[in-house]
């Protein structure tokens, strides 16, 4: 089985408290999966997140931010998920290149078209099977990474911006809802688990 799901979703969304919930219940139906991140996932990917995350860059082009989230994503694919995925192995990654659209398209206003061409390039048109929304309201979603210490130079962006990109992800799971699915993040870890799983295992033929 060979399946490639992607969670995304603004801000303090849950994500990766999510993915973890989602591997351990796969891994408990006998699934092997594998976890990732983005930016980074790998060596290299991680050095260039360490630079895209850091509050001392806040002087940071959008354009020079979309080139280094794809240089990550590029080398993620290549090294890490199209090697996973030939295998017959689940790959779950914490964000994809909806982010980039979500974040430098429809937060930045950078050109829809041409951020499209870059991720192709920059994955060889790979597309995930699933992609998860976890969808929170901006405020709500921007105060809980405040209190879990984590906050870093993408989070800085003004509230606005942040809704920006919340509007973007809604607009482009409800454009393509034969792989999307729309999660209430709002509700209790619990809660939110159960909808994840609920999607997850009839996609994947478990119930």
Not at 15 to 39: D, F, N, Y
Not at 86 to 109: C, M
Not at 170 to 198: C, F, G, K, Y
Request: some cysteine; charged content about 25%; glycine content about 8%.
């Amino acid at each position: 089985m060979s399946t490639f799901i992607t969670l995304e979703g603004p801000e303090g969304s849950g994500k990766s408290t999510q993915i973890c919930r989602l591997l351990k219940r796969l891994k408990q139906s006998g699934i092997h999966a594998v976890q990732t991140r983005e930016p980074g996932g790998t060596a290299i990917g991680d050095q260039v997140r360490s630079i895209l995350m850091d509050l001392d860059n806040k002087a940071m082009d959008p354009t020079t931010e979309i080139l280094l989230f794809s240089a990550s994503r590029a080398q993620h694919v290549h090294e890490l998920i199209k090697p996973l995925l030939e295998k017959g192995i689940v790959v779950i990654s914490d964000r994809y290149y909806h982010s980039t659209l979500a974040y430098q398209g429809y937060g930045h206003g950078l050109n829809l078209e041409t951020l499209q061409l870059i991720t192709n390039f920059a994955t060889g048109g790979l597309d995930p099977d699933l992609v998860l929304l976890l969808d929170v309201p901006s405020k709500a979603g921007l105060q809980r990474r405040r209190t879990d210490g984590n906050w870093n130079r993408l989070d800085d962006y003004q509230l606005a911006f942040h809704q920006r990109v919340r509007k973007g992800y809604l607009t482009m799971a409800e454009n393509d809802p034969q792989h999307w699915a729309i999660v209430d993040a709002s509700l209790s870890l619990d809660e939110v688990e159960e909808s994840i799983w609920r999607v997850v295992s009839e996609r994947l033929g478990l119930e």
